[in-house]
């Protein structure tokens, strides 16, 4: 099933039955707190949509000679939260960037930009990414090959963040959008990330980076601590989806800054499935050290 990301879907604008409307209300706040309590494991499957800025190289290629890759990331794995959230995360990623991309990529990167250098590993194949015990590990091409190594210490929820930029599971971010959600009202059936049919309650809402900066810990991790004042405005439509025992299942985020901006667009998708067997995420044997790639994640390119 492929999942697109809509502005409808953030809004929820979705048509929902009328009989639904007189559902009793969901409290996602307790229910992550139980979930936090009960050390929970949640499988996460996450899609992307990215609009980067137009490269005008790619007009001086023969037509059709640039197909292939997207530049959207997709992400597949599984998480397990305790007290403050995500605890620990183990994932793959990938950003499948097509022939022409890539090349564009490399010849910026002989030219020493480290940006251009790291994003084409990146989207050059899938690597994978795992944060335990306060310490963040990668594998694969972007990280310098098969081998784990390790990238520094990080929160639990490192591994998992910084395409999707509402970490639901901290209560500080949480409360706060609830908080101010402009929407609270049963919503329709969606798809966990098992393609399981779920009823859900919604909760919908605006905030802006500034504002999102200020209330998530989460956020200003990714950020490295500091958020650009021309980045504080734009404005996040997000939206969260839960089950009606308030489990989080879907969670939305779309922000357009527009021109003139790092990235004209980004719609994120997260979909989550409970009741998983998950093994114990333990720390992998690294075979030594390396940097977290410049542009690894979407909201790297907001990063002062």
Not at 105 to 113: K, T, V
Not at 283 to 293: E, H, I, L, S
Request: glycine residues 14%.
């Amino acid at each position: 099933m492929r999942w697109t990301v809509t502005m409808a879907g953030v809004m929820g604008l979705a048509a929902v039955p009328a009989h639904a409307q007189a559902a009793a209300a969901v409290d996602v706040v307790a229910a992550v707190q139980r979930l936090q309590a009960g050390s929970q494991s949640v499988k996460v499957v996450q899609h992307t949509a990215a609009d980067w800025p137009y490269d005008p190289r790619f007009r001086e290629m023969p037509r059709g000679a640039c197909r292939g890759g997207s530049g959207d990331p997709h992400l597949t794995g599984v998480a397990r939260l305790g007290g403050g959230g995500v605890v620990a995360a183990d994932v793959t990623r990938s950003m499948p960037l097509g022939e022409c991309h890539l090349k564009f990529l490399r010849e910026d990167a002989a030219g020493g930009d480290r940006r251009a250098a790291d994003l084409a590993k990146v989207g050059s194949a899938a690597h994978k990414v795992r944060g335990v015990g306060g310490v963040l590990y990668g594998a694969g091409p972007a990280y310098g090959g098969k081998s784990w190594v390790r990238l520094g210490s990080a929160p639990g929820g490192a591994a998992l963040y910084g395409d999707q930029i509402i970490d639901v599971f901290d209560l500080g971010t949480l409360k706060a959008l609830v908080a101010s959600a402009s929407s609270s009202k049963s919503g329709p059936t969606v798809h966990d990330a098992d393609n399981r049919a779920v009823k859900t309650w919604g909760y919908r809402g605006t905030t802006t980076f500034g504002q999102l900066f200020k209330v998530s810990k989460p956020f200003k991790q990714m950020l490295g601590g500091r958020l650009n004042p021309k980045y504080s405005r734009i404005t996040l439509h997000w939206g969260i989806s839960t089950d009606l025992s308030g489990r989080p299942v879907i969670v939305q985020a779309i922000w357009r800054p527009g021109e003139g901006y790092p990235m004209q667009s980004v719609a994120v998708a997260t979909r989550f499935s409970w009741n998983v067997k998950a093994t114990d995420i333990k720390a992998p044997r690294a075979g030594g050290t390396a940097r977290d790639p410049y542009g690894d994640d979407v909201i790297d390119v907001f990063r002062s």
